[in-house]
């Protein structure tokens, strides 16, 4: 494990407290130009996510309905009753969504983006010390007037993520402060995304805010349009 990674994995609560967990229940409000651009304006707008922590599984609820749920792993998407009764399903999600930018989402692509996104959020960056997890350090970079130490983190083909390799931006505390990724399944070019606010939950320390912006080719990120937001209000490991 390198010195950065052990760095910021105790900043944000230590891997031997995070290993007594198998789960974490977020309540969140998620919003930002995306849904609305995708046709899913409000549907995640107050929510909740209740996702595994050692194995890729994420479910929003209440998802469309009171009595509904999402099911997601890297291989299905689903939406089910809160007794389980399966009300659809697509296998292989990933390879389902529409080539242009500007298309509308169904149900399933929404429970499928959400379900990966918010696992890769909430379990980083405990999970790069995981099989497969390959983290090197970059230079480093001045921003916010800060010095921000990164990590470049190539993510293994069996999780479903934003892209492969993703930079990830550490404060002098060791607390994520930025996070640069490509999401595939969009097509509509690199995003940075702004974690902010942390609260103490159960030992853990999570980013209570997170927005997410347009990033150039150059790597200049674009703030006058918010793509997504997630503001928690809530987190419980189990």
Request: glycine residues 6%.
């Amino acid at each position: 494990m390198s010195d950065l990674v052990s760095t910021v994995i105790e900043a944000h609560g230590g891997l031997n407290r995070y290993n007594q967990f198998s789960s974490a229940t977020v309540h969140l409000r998620v919003g930002g130009s995306l849904w609305r651009l995708k046709g899913q304006e409000g549907i995640l707008s107050h929510a909740a996510v209740r996702i595994d922590l050692h194995r890729q599984h994420a479910s929003h609820y209440p998802f469309t309905a009171p009595h509904l749920q999402t099911s997601v792993t890297r291989q299905r998407a689903a939406v089910e009753t809160l007794d389980g009764e399966v009300k659809a399903e697509r296998f292989d999600p990933h390879a389902s969504f529409p080539g242009d930018a500007s298309a509308p989402w169904d149900d399933l692509h929404v429970a499928y983006f959400a379900g990966y996104a918010m696992w890769t959020y909430l379990t980083s960056p405990f999970t790069f010390t995981s099989a497969g997890f390959d983290a090197v350090e970059l230079s480093s970079v001045t921003e916010e007037g800060e010095s921000w130490r990164r990590l470049k983190v190539i993510f293994p083909d069996h999780i479903a993520t934003h892209c492969r390799e993703q930079i990830f931006y550490f404060d002098s505390n060791g607390l994520l402060r930025r996070h640069d990724y490509t999401p595939e399944v969009i097509n509509a070019g690199p995003a940075a995304h702004y974690p902010s606010e942390y609260k103490e939950f159960d030992g853990i320390m999570v980013p209570t805010r997170r927005r997410v912006f347009r990033r150039g080719q150059d790597g200049t990120v674009s703030r006058d349009v918010e793509l997504v937001t997630i503001d928690v209000e809530s987190v419980l490991f189990v």
